[in-house]
């Protein structure tokens, strides 16, 4: 099926869905390095109005990857719930843009909706929309998810502590993680990016923000973000693993450029909850994600990298994960170029997940071969913020010593609860109150001898 | 008469000392204090000028010529910054007029079909091939006393797989490529070295052995030099560089975490 539009005296025509999508995907650098992109401005638009008048119901038809070729593919249309579709089954792309920002979407529509929406679908309406759409729409969706605490309620905000060290040491490592916890930070989960992938050395991480985690009644969870097979040796050998996580994308081919296939991620889900280590609920997954990974493994058939985004949180979906985290600015300017590319991304990632149902974070991050700075990271910040997202990561003054990127900071945190009034996870809080860190209404306290972290800190 | 005081200090200055994080910042309601902005600032600044400032190839030649040295300049097909930086597919190939000049100039230069040759490339820091490429050179010349007969070859806009087609041009049994890695904010100077044998185009990262982090507050160069001699005598061994040839110059330190007492339950909270 060809999709067209006639513009002045010039006809558009494009020759497939695929096609379609990726020429009215605002302009980012990927889709250029791709050879996806609209040629000019106008060709842009023209997809864009090609694009409103698609039916909805033509995503079930008209696979952007092959159902035959690809496990996601076949995923989302195999979960496909056509009951929880049907209060938009009749619309066409445009019409649904409009629903969804009219008063009928309202939380309950959007959560009772989004076992019946495509990422496709997604990443097409989000195609037509301008960022406040973006953050209007995301702000009206609650996701919630729990393991040792709650995730996700409205007007709550978590942050993921991640204290990287570049040789993984440990007391380097603590270090970061009491700087963070003596910054309310840290109920998202806290996260370590390992510097190798040895067994051993995953096994001593995970020990040592458990032993802690147990020492001190924590209410939070912990993970060390190693390959998913690392994580399932560490299952085996009776390590404290909470989480089980792993990078995902859009495409069976990116995945297994990962090394990971949906039987993979099932089993190790599986697992993981059966190791029942969640007291408040179970869900056990923490999925990174990101625009730009399946080009970056020439697995990305020809779509563009939005679309294929929306497809990993179609994959993610099918293991109700307690955390899914969009590293938006960290792939790189090839993918996306700066600031106001980075800025759209994070918009779009946060809004399809959400859509779809999932606990969306953000790692609201650059490289510094972006043409991007703080000024750029403060304004994704305020932004995702306004749209409600669930967690954001939390490093020692922005500057991840291990990775070499700049994420947010334990200050960006404390930014956003004062100008958005965005509380902790409420057992987080409960136990930052207990330990003399907060006080009731969540501010930060003075802290002295006292304090038992202090205590800590001094036999490091 | 003494200011009052502004920013609440965090008194736990001592977990400074423990890692380059930056932590115990302190805070201004909850807000970073300038000095902090500034820090931070001025780090970011110099990262950023490292990814833009051209490598001033005429005098790292000079350089390197004054220390004994051969070299050619050859660039990339990407003309310019933006441009490398957007298309990192132009960046590993040679510019055709350079891959004829190489042609046609180094069977005067060097011996055909040398048994090794480098390439020191700009790549995203070309701060960190100006600090340290010809020190790191100089470091291997015990390892490889014919060092300043092979081929040295100066790269712009290049990116690691750019040595590939050089090395193939060159008719190298191996090639180290000495490259400025993407800096990082407490880090805008660091060299990567690469080591691919038998370079041609085509190749992937897993036919090559990467050594990261090369200056003096990573990994010195004298340490950089060693194990780059250990990797290249072990792929001349096995025939291949790559995912095969590990590197065993030294054994990995264990993660004091496994020998020790756990760090953060050493005693009962107070």
Known sequence: MSYTCTLGLRRYAFGDLKNLLAKASPLRSGDMLAGVAAATEEERMAARIALADVPLARFLQEAVVPYE??????????????????????????????????????ADSLQALAPGLMPEMVAAVSKLMRNQDLILVAAKCCVVTRFRNTLGLPGRLAVRLQPNHPTDDPKGIAASMLDGLLYGVGDAVIGINPATDS?????????????FREQY???????V????????????????VDLVFQSIGGTEAVNRSFGVTAALLDEANRAARQLGRGSVGNNVMYFETGQGSALSANAHHGADQQTLEARAYGLARRYQPLLVNTVVGFIGPEYLYDGKQIIRAGLEDHFCGKLLGLPMGCDICYTNHAEADQDDMDTLLTLLGVAGINFIIGVPGADDIMLNYQSTSFHDALYLRRLLDRRRAPEFEDWLERMGIADYQGELLPQGDTQPLLALAGRL | MSKPTIVTPDPWLRLQSLT???????????????????????????????VHQALDVQALQGE???????????????????????????????????????????????PAAPKLAIVVADGLS????????QLLLEALLPYFPELRTLPVVVATQARVALGDEIGHILGAEQLVMMIGERPGLSSPDSLGLYLTAHPRPGLTDANRNCISNVRPEGLPYAEAARKLAFLIAGARRLGRSGVDLKDDSDGHALLAGDADPPVLAAAPPA
Do not use: M
């Open chain 1, 69 to 106: 070729d690809d496990e996601v593919t076949r995923i989302i249309l195999d979960d496909h719930d056509a009951l929880a579709f049907e209060p938009v089954a009749g619309l066409t792309v445009g019409e649904f843009r409009d629903w969804l920002l009219s008063d009928a979407a309202d």
């Open chain 1, 199 to 211: 067994l051993p050395a995953i096994t001593a991480l995970l020990r040592l923000i458990d032993e």
């Open chain 1, 217 to 223: 009644d924590v209410p939070t969870q912990s993970c």
């Open chain 1, 225 to 240: 973000l190693t390959h998913v097979t690392n994580t399932l040796r560490a299952i085996d050998k009776g390590a404290p």
């Open chain 2, 20 to 50: 380059r994080a930056r932590v115990a910042l302190g805070r201004c309601g909850v807000s970073l204090p300038t000095r902090e902005v500034l820090r931070f600032g001025t780090a970011h600044a110099q990262a950023r000028d490292a």
């Open chain 2, 64 to 110: 390197l010529h004054e220390a004994g040295f051969n070299t050619l300049a050859v660039h990339s097909q990407a003309a310019d910054r933006g441009v490398y930086l957007r298309r990192p597919d132009w960046g590993r190939r040679l510019a055709p007029d350079s891959a004829a000049h190489l042609a046609q100039q180094a069977p005067s230069l060097w």
């Open chain 2, 126 to 133: 070309s701060l960190a091939t100006r600090s340290h490429a």
